[in-house]
Nanobody
Framework: VQLQASGGGLVQAGGSLRLSCVAS????????IGWFRQAPGKGREGVSC????????RYADSVKGRFTISSDNAKNTVYLQMNSLKPEDTAVYYC???????????????????WGQGTKVTVSS
């Protein structure tokens, strides 16, 4: 299982970024893909997760209405469109994968077994 995250960068508050997570080495359509982030000195938290089985999504309250997760099963890729970025969104963002069980979309970091490297997002005020 390989996950390659990209798209991070430096952006001003109010700006936008789109993160991409390209997956390989497993049957993409059987898995949930999640985006997580870890700010300096803080624990890893779930941002948004999507089931490649049926497209179900989950969002952290802190990003609802600003971030949108989507999946392109033909490209084995999950995107995280981040709009109206805030300085508190600054973190290293990771994507992770885990098999979907009983149509449940996990979104806690301890529920995911496979992780990609992070991509850093910095939002300046």
């Amino acid at each position: 299982v390989q996950l390659q995250a990209s798209g991070g960068g430096l952006v001003q508050a109010g700006g936008s970024l789109r993160l991409s997570c390209v997956a390989s080495g497993f049957t993409f359509g059987d898995y949930a893909i999640g985006w997580f982030r870890q700010a300096p000195g803080k624990g890893r938290e779930g941002v948004s997760c999507i089931s490649s089985v049926d497209g179900s999504t989950r969002y952290a309250d802190s990003v609802k209405g600003r971030f949108t997760i989507s999946s392109d099963n033909a490209k084995n890729t999950v995107y995280l469109q981040m709009n109206s970025l805030k300085p508190e969104d600054t973190a290293v963002y990771y994507c992770a994968a885990d098999p979907v069980v009983d149509n449940w979309v996990p979104c806690g970091p301890y529920e995911y077994d496979y992780w990609g490297q992070g991509t850093k997002v910095t939002v300046s005020s």
